[in-house]
């Protein structure tokens, strides 16, 4: 009976609808189904050719479908394709970390201290920002050959992880400094009244509370890697040493040895360590712990 | 803890002038030391001065009698209670409340037992496992206090703690954080704009206007011997009624020449320097007397009045335009647009110099 009663009741916060209203949210509906399909299509088709093994060099669309894992043991037998995975990952890893090291410093200090070329310095941040990457290349050969004489052991992969990260400290300094603004400075007071030391504010205190940025910011650096396929490319010589991006390449940039299917098997390989990350972040990327630090 | 403040002052990069200076105070072991002043005259800067938080201009802090000037706040011994409560949000209740003993590496069981008793004190045992962001306005501040009492520390700070509470709980705050400082026998320094808080909770009262001490003493001290024309408009609710004029043969003659009050003897005698010059008069409203009299009369038409129970305020005007505030008992019958003669306590008169603003009598 308590049942019928709640079926009659009209619960929603918004006004009832009239028809025209109701053929409007039929048209939205419609091209929201109409985005995913366009967005999950292409996806589909990599998934259901990376398994199909009527296919060889070429994807085609239709035809004859044969589930099989023979492209995928196709990138691990023929290609050093581990070897990329392994590369990425730590690549990724060694930006993350680093990342997150320095703007963690960079931004409390932005927000936090008064110094002398503060504000210059947050601006030539952000204008160096607007040169593109690529721009830099004479200068990253020029950085290599003289760190790389300074220090033997130091690799192109090493280099291509200071580039990554030196970007991502620049862009996220910017981010952190912003959300750790907004955090009252009461707060460092107070921690400093019950007995804390600068470091040891910014860990206790600060640190777990822009710790939703800061799984952001270590998500962007790390998947950073996985998609960039120029830089690689052209500091990385030697296939042993290429990333994900740049060696799923050469799967379809020559025609003699193009493997289609590969690439998309590879493809989805590699989206794999991105979704176990986003997982294990999932609960540090919730934000709004700031709310109730102060009187709301 | 004895706590010396002198000739201290502030002076922030980047400003021209000192916010504050040539601040002299003693504030004795266990005093309930309130710094009172208008937003902006730099009472939350002396505070962070003391605790330690803003660095020290000029002049010397002796925390019984021991230089503080360079002191990091940690080793200070002191505890304080921020406006916004400060508490920290990633941390329970009870984390917060032991934060600072697991700090000074305070061993696990006393640090239990320390905030099981303040917790109780503050009657907020239930909720020693939630966030801050789940609990309320008012227990938050309980919280606050809570984390500045296990530390029980020596100096107890408060920057205008019960600032964002309801008129009601803040009521109830004062009398709680009275008792809680004579139970903790310690020196508690309490910033506030709030006059009324100043007056129900201080043994010392230090009223700050643009970076000056005005005037330092008991509430009663303030109340009843205001020592200058700004301590006597910020002190009382409502405000002081002051009257501009001059003394003429040892009579005060408003400035409008509409009534003459004849002051006791022994203001008359220190008035007596001042014959012929301007000088200000004030009078609280409670002073007045309703009905005639052959002297210190007046005669006012009531403009507005606020019933407030107990009381009345009537605010007056005389027939020149210039307002006064009277409060007589609720009992009485007045009604707006009535003229009423009232006449002056004399011995509730308050003279100042015009000129100097200083306190004659």
């Known amino acids: 009976m308590i049942k019928q009663k709640k079926k009659g009741l009209y619960l929603s916060d918004r006004p009832p609808l009239t028809p025209l209203k109701t053929i409007l949210l039929a048209i939205s509906?419609?091209?929201?189904?109409?985005?995913?399909?366009?967005?999950?299509?292409?996806?589909?088709?990599?998934?259901?050719?990376?398994?199909?093994?009527?296919?060889?060099?070429?994807?085609?669309?239709?035809?004859?479908?044969?589930?099989?894992?023979?492209?995928?043991?196709?990138?691990?037998?023929?290609?050093?394709?581990?070897?990329?995975?392994?590369?990425?990952?730590?690549?990724?890893?060694?930006?993350?970390?680093?990342?997150?090291?320095?703007?963690?410093?960079?931004?409390?200090?932005?927000?936090?201290?008064?110094?002398?070329?503060?504000?210059?310095?947050?601006?030539?941040?952000?204008?160096?920002?607007?040169?593109?990457?690529?721009?830099?290349?004479?200068?990253?050969?020029?950085?290599?050959?003289?760190?790389?004489?300074?220090?033997?052991?130091?690799?192109?992969?090493?280099?291509?992880?200071?580039?990554?990260?030196?970007?991502?400290?620049?862009?996220?300094?910017?981010?952190?400094?912003?959300?750790?603004?907004?955090?009252?400075?009461?707060?460092?007071?107070?921690?400093?009244?019950?007995?804390?030391?600068?470091?040891?504010?910014?860990?206790?205190?600060?640190?777990?509370?822009?710790?939703?940025?800061?799984?952001?910011?270590?998500?962007?650096?790390?998947?950073?890697?996985?998609?960039?396929?120029?830089?690689?490319?052209i500091i990385l010589g030697d296939p042993e040493q290429y990333t994900l991006a740049t060696g799923l390449y050469t799967l379809i940039n020559d025609s003699r040895n193009m493997h289609q299917p590969a690439f998309a098997a590879g493809g989805l390989l590699t989206a794999l360590p991105i979704v176990i990350l986003f997982i294990a972040l999932q609960k540090q990327l919730v934000s709004g712990l700031a709310s109730g630090a102060v009187k709301g | 803890m004895k706590i010396q403040l002198n000739n201290i002052g502030k002076?922030?990069?980047?400003?021209?002038?000192?916010?504050?200076?040539?601040?002299?105070?003693?504030?004795?072991?266990?005093?309930?030391?309130?710094?009172?002043?208008?937003?902006?005259c730099g009472k939350s800067t002396l505070l962070r001065m003391i605790a330690g938080l803003t660095s020290i201009t000029e002049g010397d802090l002796f925390f019984g009698g021991k230089r503080m000037n360079s002191v990091e706040p940690k080793d200070r011994d002191i505890a304080m209670v921020f406006q916004s409560y400060a508490l920290y949000p990633h941390m329970t209740v009870y984390e917060n409340m032991a934060f600072s003993l697991k700090m000074r590496k305070e061993r696990k069981s006393v640090i239990h037992e320390r905030v099981l008793e303040a917790a109780e004190l503050l009657q907020i045992t239930?909720?020693?496992?939630?966030?801050?962001?789940e609990i309320s306005g008012g227990q938050r501040q309980r919280v606050a206090l809570g984390r500045a009492i296990v530390r029980k520390a020596d100096v107890f700070l408060m920057d205008e703690p019960l600032s964002n509470l309801d008129a009601k709980l803040r009521e109830h705050m004062r009398v709680e954080l009275v008792r809680l400082h004579q139970s903790l026998e310690t020196t508690s320094i309490y910033v506030t704009h709030d006059q009324t808080e100043a007056m129900t909770m201080a043994t010392k009262i230090v009223l700050l206007d643009q970076g000056k001490i005005q005037q330092v003493g008991s509430p009663t001290l303030f109340y009843e011997k205001p020592a200058n024309l700004f301590v006597a408009g910020f002190i009382g609710s409502p405000t002081m009624n002051i009257f501009r004029g001059k003394i003429k043969h040892g009579h005060f003659l408003s400035s409008e020449e509409d009534f003459v009050i004849e002051p006791k003897a022994k203001d008359r005698e220190l008035l007596k320097p001042f014959e012929g010059k301007k000088v200000a008069m004030g009078i609280r409203s409670e002073r007045f007397i309703a009905g005639k009299a052959d002297k210190n009369a007046i005669n006012v038409k009531v403009d507005v009045i606020e019933m407030l129970g107990k009381e009345q305020l009537l605010y007056c005007q005389f027939p020149n335009g210039k307002e006064c505030v009277i409060s007589e008992p609720g009992y009485f019958e007045y009604a707006v647009n009535e003229e009423h003669n009232f006449h002056l306590d004399i011995e509730g008169l308050h003279f100042f110099d015009e000129e100097t603003t200083e306190r004659i009598n």
């Open chain 1, 29 to 233: 509906y419609i091209l929201l189904f109409a985005y995913v399909f366009v967005i999950l299509w292409p996806l589909a088709q990599i998934v259901l050719s990376s398994f199909n093994g009527s296919q060889s060099q070429y994807i085609r669309i239709g035809g004859t479908y044969q589930f099989s894992f023979k492209h995928f043991k196709f990138l691990f037998e023929e290609k050093p394709f581990l070897k990329w995975v392994i590369n990425t990952i730590v690549i990724a890893v060694a930006t993350a970390l680093l990342t997150l090291l320095f703007v963690s410093f960079t931004g409390y200090a932005y927000s936090r201290y008064r110094f002398k070329g503060r504000k210059a310095s947050l601006m030539a941040i952000m204008l160096i920002q607007t040169i593109p990457t690529f721009v830099g290349i004479a200068a990253f050969y020029t950085l290599h050959s003289i760190i790389s004489a300074a220090i033997p052991g130091f690799s192109r992969q090493m280099f291509l992880v200071l580039i990554y990260a030196g970007g991502g400290i620049a862009s996220n300094t910017f981010i952190l400094k912003g959300y750790i603004d907004s955090i009252s400075t009461e707060l460092d007071d107070a921690a400093r009244i019950d007995g804390c030391g600068n470091f040891q504010v910014y860990r206790l205190i600060i640190m777990p509370i822009v710790r939703p940025m800061l799984a952001i910011i270590a998500l962007w650096s790390f998947i950073g890697p996985f998609l960039d396929y120029m830089l690689p490319s």
């Open chain 2, 11 to 40: 002076k922030y990069e980047g400003r021209e002038n000192f916010t504050i200076r040539n601040i002299d105070l003693e504030i004795d072991d266990k005093d309930f030391c309130v710094i009172l002043g208008p937003s902006g």
């Open chain 2, 126 to 133: 239930e909720y020693l496992y939630s966030k801050p962001s």
